[in-house]
Antibody, heavy 122, light 107 residues
Framework: EVQLLESGGGLVQPGGSLRLSCAGSGFIFSTYGMSWVRQAPGKGPEWVSALSASGTATYYGDSVKGRFTISRDNSKNTLYLQMNSLRAEDTAVYFC???????????????WGQGTLVTVSP | EIVLTQSPATLSLSPGERATLSCRASQSVSSNLAWYQQKPGQAPRLLIYDASNRATGIPARFSGSGSGTDFTLTINSLEPEDFAVYYCQQRRNWPITFGQGTRLEIK
């Protein structure tokens, strides 16, 4: 059974930093592109970032470009999101998601974690 | 950025009825469109990918159609568990974008 478990969310002040982690199991982690998708309270999902299986190709949404960094450690089956210069509008539940097919980081996610809440507030 | 516009915003139907949800793209996305279902407190669930292919484990009452800029999600004979929010999403161009959602509620 595929499982994705996010951690690292919490309350942070504007301008602060946070690192999210997502531990994957039940699939060959190193062969799938992975993504972070967030959802602000009462809003629809927003694609944040995607990363290729090898970790060499990255993609970012315009709202986070230059502030967030996606990475992965395939030896630990873990995806990361380093978030710097956080703003109030970054407040959301952050989901990690696995691409449906191997080696296509833009493919539609077919498995999602349960999400971790990030709150940016003074 | 490709903008996806979903309609209607809210759809009120009874169990057993057919639901038709629409998603319109601001430019062609070919068939690079998916539909998701989301229930409160849960992550989105992939229903349809590449416009018309059902994801693994999705019941046959869910079907998708369309290409280019106009897409439809049809749910035949609504079950009580189908009442949720539905989102479309395109992957034709970066950044990947979602529609604003259609809430399917019990009439």
């Amino acid at each position: 059974e595929v499982q994705l478990l996010e951690s690292g969310g919490g309350l942070v002040q504007p301008g602060g930093s946070l690192r999210l982690s997502c531990a994957g199991s039940g699939f060959i982690f190193s062969t799938y592109g992975m993504s972070w998708v967030r959802q602000a309270p009462g809003k629809g999902p927003e694609w944040v970032s995607a990363l290729s299986a090898s970790g060499t190709a990255t993609y970012y949404g315009d709202s986070v470009k230059g502030r967030f960094t996606i990475s992965r450690d395939n030896s630990k089956n873990t995806l990361y999101l380093q978030m710097n210069s956080l703003r109030a509008e970054d407040t959301a539940v952050y989901f990690c998601a696995k691409a449906r097919i191997t080696h296509d980081s833009s493919d539609f996610p077919d498995q999602w974690g349960q999400g971790t809440l990030v709150t940016v507030s003074p | 950025e490709i903008v996806l516009t979903q309609s209607p915003a809210t759809l009120s139907l009874s169990p057993g009825e057919r639901a038709t949800l629409s998603c319109r793209a601001s430019q062609s996305v070919s068939s690079n469109l998916a539909w998701y279902q989301q229930k409160p407190g849960q992550a989105p669930r992939l229903l349809i990918y590449d416009a018309s292919n059902r994801a693994t484990g999705i019941p046959a009452r869910f079907s998708g159609s369309g290409s280019g800029t106009d897409f439809t999600l049809t749910i035949n004979s609504l079950e009580p568990e189908d009442f949720a929010v539905y989102y479309c999403q395109q992957r034709r161009n970066w950044p990947i974008t979602f529609g604003q959602g259609t809430r399917l509620e019990i009439k």
